[in-house]
């Protein structure tokens, strides 16, 4: 009887998509992934860091890990319609204090799920300082935008490419412990795994950019071995991908890894219809977990409006200005800033739970609140 059981369970769980053998996970089939993604709500919300941190170490060692701020914040979310955040983790956090970034996960996930938000964790992150460090941060360059974000794993991995495999119990322990949480999303495994510190040694920048292609398939298969439940994914961001054929290595993995599709756009709203039509052909659930740049032309009207209609998950930049400093454009690295700018970057909320614009957030509430045509 026993047996007969086994063996129906499997021909369901087959029928669903789902790899029963005793080898590797693989990717979810495309069936499995869209079956998934009927079930889910329309996914909103932003990429999120509290005010009081100026990067992901900051966010989470246990001297700054700020959950008072963090709960009132997602509240200020909650109140305009988010029920998903994007959160970055770090690997250095796992190496200081592995059980203590655990406890602070289920802490925010405790918070989040108060205010009916889910979180999507990112694990790595290829963009800004290329040289992390635990331990007090430093403070804000003045008016400069994300002036202390940080790599992870930083050059230290990137250019000892031998040593990627210590980065392994990070991956596999965050994901083992919550691989059956339902206030986890799914996963972002490698934020930007593309978006290089261009170095004058180009010998060295060839290996960097070999090293995240490495990283990035490796983690796609721990993840996989420790069989989450929720779905996993790396988002594109480089081009608007008119041209399969044209793809460079890394977002062949990207797209050929992930079993929902994510991208990130900063531009108008034609860029954006593109990106999402041309992301379509993939047959797979498509998340922008990336978007909104005041400046740049992609404002939440009318991009938000366009994600909610079409069911593409939308992640905007930035919740409330804070040490980031994400109100300040790109430029500002370069081009010299005194003042906070008439036209705001990125965030939505001042510190105080004001928002920067009540006409924005009005808006953000309609398109949250509206019932979904899909």
Partial sequence: MKKHIKTI???????????????????WTTERAN????NQPWM???NFTPSTAINQLEMWQADTFDLPKIDRELGWAQAIGFNTVRVFLHNLLWQQDSQGLIDRMEKLLTVADKHHIRV???????CWDSNPQLGKQREPRPFTHNSG??????????????????????VQGVVKHFRNDKRIAFWDVFNEPDNYNNSPDKDQQKIREQA???LLKKTFAWAREMRPTQPLSCGVFLTQWDHPDKLSPMEKIQLGESDLITFHSYGKMPEVRRCVGNLRRYGRPVICTEYMARPEGSTFDPILGFFQEEKVGAFNWGLVSGKTQTIYPWES?????T????LWFHDIFRANGMAYSSAETNYIRQCTLRKPAF
């Fill in 9 to 27: 369970l499997a021909i369901n769980l087959f029928a669903c998509g789902i790899s029963v053998s005793a080898g590797t996970p693989v990717r």
């Fill in 35 to 38: 079956q998934w993604y009927a």
């Fill in 44 to 46: 909103v919300g932003c």
């Fill in 120 to 126: 999507m964790f990112v694990l790595f992150d290829s």
């Fill in 149 to 170: 974000w940080v790599q992870s794993p930083g050059s230290q991995y990137l250019y000892h490419p031998e040593r990627l495999d210590e980065l392994k119990p990070y």
């Fill in 212 to 214: 995240c292609e490495e």
């Fill in 333 to 337: 690295w370069s081009k010299p800033y």
């Fill in 339 to 342: 003042n906070e700018p008439p």
